[in-house]
């Protein structure tokens, strides 16, 4: 009776709200969204992010005390243009992220979720960012009607490379994970000794574009391996070996040659994310698969996964997440905070601090 009055109350505040504000400032991007709800669907209305990119690269990463310092004025700026003179006036609920990150990157972020809370008297949600990259898969219309438990999500970021079972919103299961560098960590150092610009991925993929993939016979680890995890820094000491002896070439290192490497290093992460994933879906019996994160945006790993999970099961969904929410933003935060909200977690602002080591 208890459980279902408090549910007839849950509904009542749920139908009741509209609109969530979201804010991201994990890393080096300062996003803020705006995401409305009615019954049957979630349209993103506001997607902010304003990029420290160019700030960092001439560091060849990201700085963390300079990334929190440029959060604090991108973090008005980008409040103001997305709530206007209405300010709170039309948002229901707060949702920010709470870790995984830089400690005192995700302070700017919270700390504003805080104080707009307190003024507002407007619930706040905090929200895990790998949820939130998971989320970002689902923000699509198509996908929304069509998601289905449990859904595989492998998660590809400069931070994380993880395999993670999903059986319902809010309920994670981790099978596998990174046990050093994570696959957009080994693209983005490879790329910095090879003296490319950070970030280092993009620039790698097109390089590779017209690279022979075959080249060079770099490693993968642990693809021989029963469980689910990987291993990404033997890979980056073998890009060092060949690029050490590429540079003792007569006349040194041609375009070729550099497309030629970057090309095969795609081939190795891209081959061991692919089989690796392929392996969980023939030990788990799931509906749909889910590829989010920064590096979901490298092309050749969408199709390659694509036609790998075509395969192996014709009947499987794949969700690759949209362009719009694959690296760093808070759409993907609002979407993830409007799971939670559905499931009452809201939270006391008081009660809110950052969590640099989350996980699931
Ligand atoms: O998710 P994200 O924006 O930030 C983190 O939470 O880490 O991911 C950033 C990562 C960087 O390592 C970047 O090099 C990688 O995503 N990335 C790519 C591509 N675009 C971004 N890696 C490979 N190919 C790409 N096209
Ligand atoms: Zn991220």
């Known amino acids: 009776m208890k459980r279902h009055c408090q549910r ?12 969530i504000l979201a804010i991201e400032t994990s890393c080096d991007e300062t996003a803020v969204a705006i995401l409305a709800f009615e019954k049957q669907a979630v349209k993103v209305k506001k997607n902010l992010v304003s990029s420290q990119i160019p700030i960092h690269q001439k560091y060849g990463g990201v700085v963390p005390e ?11 700026h980008l409040l103001d243009v997305a709530l206007g003179k209405d300010h709170l006036k039309h948002i229901d609920a707060i949702a920010v992220t709470e870790g995984p990150g830089l400690s005192i990157a995700l302070r700017i972020g919270l700390e504003a979720a805080r104080v707009l809370s307190f003024l507002s008297g407007k619930p706040v949600i905090g929200v895990n960012h790998l949820e939130g990259h998971i989320a970002s ?5 198509k996908a929304q009607k069509q998601w289905a438990f449990p859904i595989l999500v492998l998660i590809v970021s400069g931070g994380h490379t993880e395999l993670v079972l999903m ?4 309920t994670y299961r981790l099978l596998g994970e990174t046990r050093d560098d994570a696959a957009g960590e080994a693209f983005d150092k490879s790329a910095k000794l090879m003296g490319l610009p950070y970030p280092g991925g993009p620039q790698i993929s097109k390089l590779a574009e017209t690279g022979d993939r075959q080249a060079f016979d770099l490693p993968r680890p642990m693809l021989r391996d029963a469980n689910l995890d990987f291993s990404f820094s033997g890979l980056k000491s073998a890009v060092r070996r060949e690029w050490e002896k590429l540079q003792k070439a007569p006349g040194g290192v041609s375009e070729k040659m550099k497309q030629d490497l970057a090309a095969s290093l795609e081939e190795a992460i891209v081959d061991t994310l692919v089989q690796k994933t392929i392996k969980a879906v023939e030990k788990y019996p799931v509906k749909g698969v889910a590829l989010v994160g920064g590096v979901s945006a490298n092309t050749y790993l969408r199709s390659q996964l694509k036609a790998a999970l075509k395969r192996t099961d014709k009947t499987l969904s794949f969700f690759p997440s949209d362009k719009k929410y694959m690296t760093d933003n808070a759409a993907m935060i609002a979407a993830a905070g409007y799971w939670k909200l559905k499931q009452g977690k809201t939270m006391n602002w008081k009660k809110l601090d950052v969590r640099p080591e989350m996980n699931f």
């Open 66 to 76: 300079i990334a929190a310092r440029n959060h604090v004025p991108e973090m008005v």
């Open 137 to 141: 898969a689902w923000l699509d219309a």
């Open 8 to 19: 007839g109350v849950y509904y009542d505040v749920v139908l009741s709200m509209k609109r």
């Open 167 to 170: 059986k319902d919103f809010g």
